[in-house]
């Protein structure tokens, strides 16, 4: 009597252990918001420029060709590089999203805050409020105002 109590329970204890193993795997965690965006800022490695419909803008105003001629920008998960000319960019510099909802970055140069209006596979739309004036022998290099970057990949 007690081989079969044995044996019985030997394969109810197999038939438990075979139940809790396999099945689906629970579902992923979703991405943060965070790493969505950085996902688009970085993707391939691509950069960002004014070119193919794109633009740069001061309060409005056209300034892409006067004072960004050859501008792009290229992100890293936690640093950028600019080439051309650029009045209000390091040529290299490190960047944070302000807050969870990745919706705005700060600079490490000047912990100037960038807004990042809109942010797809092809496209990026950033503004930043700069309240300077820099200049170079003759010409004014940057003026204050509301900047807003329209760039394509």
């Known amino acids: 009597m007690i081989p079969r109590i044995l044996t019985l329970l030997c394969l109810v204890g197999l038939c438990i252990t075979f139940v809790n193993c396999g099945g689906d795997d629970p579902d992923p965690p979703k991405p943060t918001q965070k790493e969505i965006v950085t996902e688009l800022l970085v993707a391939n490695g691509a950069s960002w ?15 892409t060709n006067d004072l960004f001629a050859g501008f792009s920008i290229k992100f890293n998960a936690t640093t950028l590089t600019t080439t051309g ?8 510099d490190t960047w944070t999203f302000k807050d969870d909802a990745a919706t705005a970055i700060i600079r490490g140069q000047d912990n100037k805050e960038i807004t990042l209006t809109s942010v797809s596979d092809t496209e990026l739309k950033l503004t930043l409020q700069w309240d300077q004036t820099t200049y170079e022998p003759g010409r004014a290099r940057s003026i204050p105002g509301t900047y807003v970057f329209t760039l394509k990949k």
């Open 49 to 63: 420029s004014p070119s193919s419909g794109g633009g740069i803008t001061v309060d409005g105003v056209d300034v």
């Open 85 to 92: 000319t650029t009045p209000v960019w390091l040529r290299s």
